[in-house]
């Protein structure tokens, strides 16, 4: 089992920029791939960004990319988004997840892939 918890979450005008942050515990840290999803009211999950277990790779859907950056410290168990230029659009709910891998690829940026879930973290964005 692996517990996940966000924070950093907040309202903010357009322009402006937040760290998500997400800490984990239970298994090891370094067995798991992570990634971001954000969900918006009435809509579904959204792939934001993944990383994979060793940093080395990471994947974003293109409305993020160069605004947002997704790393890791294993060492405190502890994934973020930074993100910045924030836009209205990414108004939503943004949870992190985790996957275990048994190699350092990606995982897949479909949400059903992912194992555990946070309760989510609200970015609230106006214009």
């Known amino acids: 089992q692996v517990q996940l918890v966000e924070s950093g979450g907040g309202s903010v005008q357009a322009g402006a920029s937040l760290t998500l942050s997400c800490v984990a515990s239970?298994?090891?840290?370094?067995?798991?791939?992570l990634g971001w999803f954000r969900q918006a009211p009435g809509k579904e999950r959204q792939f934001v960004a993944s990383i994979s277990r060793d940093s080395v790779g990471t994947d974003y859907i293109d409305s993020v990319k160069g605004r947002f950056t997704i790393s890791r410290d294993n060492a405190q168990n502890t994934i973020y988004l930074q993100m910045n230029s924030l836009k209205p659009e990414d108004t939503a709910v943004y949870h992190c997840g985790a996957v275990r891998r048994f190699g350092t690829s990606n995982p897949s940026r479909s949400s059903v892939t992912y194992d555990y879930w946070g309760q989510g973290t609200r970015v609230t964005v106006s214009s």
């Open positions: 239970g298994e090891t840290f370094t067995n798991y791939a």
